[in-house]
T-cell receptor, first 119, second 116 residues
Framework: EAQVTQNPRYLITVTGKKLTVTCSQNMNHEYMSWYRQDPGLGLRQIYYSMNVEVTDKGDVPEGYKVSRKEKRNFPLILESPSPNQTSLYFC??????????????????FGPGTRLTVL | DQQVKQNSPSLSVQEGRISILNCDYTNSMFDYFLWYKKYPAEGPTFLISISSIKDKNEDGRFTVFLNKSAKHLSLHIVPSQPGDSAVYFCAASDRSSGAGSYQLTFGKGTKLSVIP
């Protein structure tokens, strides 16, 4: 089954304790992205990656790191989590192929989400 | 500056009636628009999309209308069913923007409740 998986699904941690949220996709997609969803703010992009070893900042990258050593995996790293990073996190992926940009769908496939609480 | 706006945080509709969810955008370079549906405890799932060269796209009970001059799009669900109760996100992309052409800019979402 084609899917994006995230682990863990739920995590409660304390301020300053490093954590990693894993994301993996089995669709051979080049593009991967991390979002956070907060009440009243919708989905905001944290980081994205166009391919292996190619990553770039989204709208809210502060306090986060990512890596893309393999095509299928795109972990999100919080080196020193703080309470304002309590949120619902989604990983997404998309193929870069699709012919001329005018016919490309830009559809992204989302994982099930990780609810993180930082105390 | 919010480039994609969904001004109604919530909407309640009677089962069988039409649901209309609205979305406005400010960036005239956006040329592709998508709607996602999100149930609690799940990730967003793609629902329907429309290119800027069209003004309407239909898929079963779901129709998206695009008014480029007004920078406005709407999602119509007819007839509405209780299973349609979810949060709906509008998203837009500028496919001409080089490395950014795969980026999606999301609205804040509208929570639809379909009452049986």
């Amino acid at each position: 089954e084609a899917q994006v998986t995230q682990n863990p699904r739920y995590l409660i941690t304390v301020t300053g304790k490093k954590l990693t949220v894993t994301c993996s996709q089995n669709m051979n997609h080049e593009y991967m992205s991390w979002y956070r969803q907060d009440p009243g703010l919708g989905l905001r992009q944290i980081y994205y990656s166009m391919n292996v070893e190619v990553t770039d900042k989204g709208d809210v990258p502060e306090g986060y790191k990512v890596s893309r050593k393999e095509k299928r995996n795109f972990p999100l790293i919080l080196e020193s989590p703080s309470p304002n990073q309590t949120s619902l996190y989604f990983c997404a992926s998309s193929p870069l192929a699709g012919g001329r940009r005018q016919i490309r769908s830009n559809e992204q496939f989302f994982g099930p989400g990780t609810r993180l609480t930082v105390l | 500056d919010q480039q994609v706006k969904q001004n109604s945080p919530s909407l309640s509709v009677q089962e069988g009636r039409i649901s209309i969810l609205n979305c406005d955008y400010t960036n005239s370079m956006f040329d592709y628009f998508l709607w996602y549906k999100k149930y609690p405890a799940e990730g967003p799932t793609f629902l329907i999309s429309i290119s800027s060269i069209k003004d309407k796209n239909e898929d079963g009970r779901f129709t998206v209308f695009l008014n480029k001059s007004a920078k406005h799009l709407s999602l119509h669900i007819v007839p509405s069913q209780p299973g349609d109760s979810a949060v709906y996100f509008c998203a837009a992309s500028d496919r001409s923007s080089g490395a950014g052409s795969y980026q999606l800019t999301f609205g804040k979402g509208t929570k639809l409740s379909v009452i049986p």
